[in-house]
């Protein structure tokens, strides 16, 4: 069974950084794209970015661009979000979810009904 567990959420100013991790439990984590979502109440929930195996291709959505990194460590099956220039609009619950590696993954990475395993979430709160 696989298992995703996200950490690294809290509090934190407008213009601070954070760093989200999530450790996936799999035993081939080779076979898994990577992705991040993250969803506010009464909204649905958005793609923020998401990696393939190599870390050679790496999608962003338009509004953390150049302020969110995304990176992957192979050997420990764990992929990281780091987060700078907060803004408050980007609180929100932060879920990290795991894709086959397949044509349908490749062409959709942003789609979240590709993505089969999900962790449980961790809030993130940007303050003004």
């Known amino acids: 069974q696989v298992q995703l567990v996200e950490s690294g959420g809290g509090l934190v100013a407008a213009g601070g950084s954070l760093r989200l991790s999530c450790a996936v439990s799999v035993l081939t984590f080779s076979i898994y794209a990577m992705g991040w979502f993250r969803q506010t109440p009464g909204k649905e929930r958005e793609f923020v970015a998401a990696n393939t195996y190599s870390g050679g291709t790496t999608y962003y959505a338009d509004s953390v661009k150049g302020r969110f990194t995304d990176s992957r460590d192979n050997d420990e099956s764990t992929v990281h979000l780091q987060m700078n220039s907060l803004k408050p609009d980007d609180t929100a619950v932060y879920y990290c979810?795991?894709?086959?590696?397949?044509?349908?993954?490749?062409?959709?990475?942003?789609?979240?009904?590709?993505?089969?395993?999900w962790g449980q979430g961790t809030q993130v709160t940007v303050t003004s």
């Open positions: 979810a795991a894709a086959l590696r397949n044509p349908t993954w490749y062409t959709h990475p942003r789609d979240p009904s590709g993505y089969v395993h």
